[in-house]
């Protein structure tokens, strides 16, 4: 049995590579980039966007798919900041995004007219690491709350992102987080990450982030 049930996963993985591959063309035809957003629970993806949607929405056209196990909230709080499309897809118990959710969502959004792709990941730190999407690159959500040793525990998810963004730096004056080691602790397991220190609530050093998203 056990054996059986890693055929499965591997033909599945296997077959959501086929189609991220398809996605990934379809997107850089297009030149759209664009980003995978994956976390842990709670670690801010949401409102880092909702910050840049209503920071950056008069300069550049932004799409977002969010997938929530369950609920559309993340879509609605995201859908006031922005006159586009905001697509929700809800897993249903899945902990992660595939390919074909995201495909689907494509068909509804005109690339044309998009600047920009971002895709809300479920939050979770293991299981998104292993899903291809199409995306350019993962960027991992790090915030200042969740210990500094994050990057050892769940290595898989900061070696398959390009980008860490920190946040909730806000809060570092009330948490023993050493931020310096935990940029170590990341480059430890993948040492071409690029970092940013954010606050969304603050709001605090997005300039740097939007400076990124600017020249892309
Ligand atoms: N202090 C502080 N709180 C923040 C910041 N960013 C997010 N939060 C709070 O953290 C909580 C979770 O934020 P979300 O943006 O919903 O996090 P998320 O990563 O989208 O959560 P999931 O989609 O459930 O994984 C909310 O109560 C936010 O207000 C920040 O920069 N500073
Ligand atoms: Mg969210």
Known sequence: MAVRTIVVRER???RND?????????LRDAGVPAFNLVSSPGSGKTLLLERTLADLGRELR????????????????????TDNLVQAVVTNGACHLDARQVETAL?????????LLFI??????????????????????FSVTEGEDK??????MFRAAQYVVFTKMDLLPHVPFKIERAEELARAVNPKLQFFRT????????????????QL
């Open 12 to 14: 599945v993985l296997a």
């Open 18 to 26: 086929e189609i991220a591959v398809r996605v990934r063309k379809r």
């Open 62 to 81: 932004m799409a977002i798919v969010t997938g929530d196990v369950q609920t559309q909230n993340d879509a609605d709080r995201l859908a006031r900041h």
């Open 107 to 115: 068909n509804a959004i005109d690339l044309d007219a998009t600047d």
């Open 120 to 141: 809300e990941n479920v939050g979770n730190l293991v299981c998104p690491a292993a899903w291809d999407l199409g995306e350019t690159a993962k960027i991992a959500l």
């Open 151 to 156: 990057p050892s525990k769940y290595p898989n």
């Open 199 to 214: 606050s969304a609530l603050e709001p605090n050093g997005l300039s740097e982030w939007y400076d990124f998203l600017r």
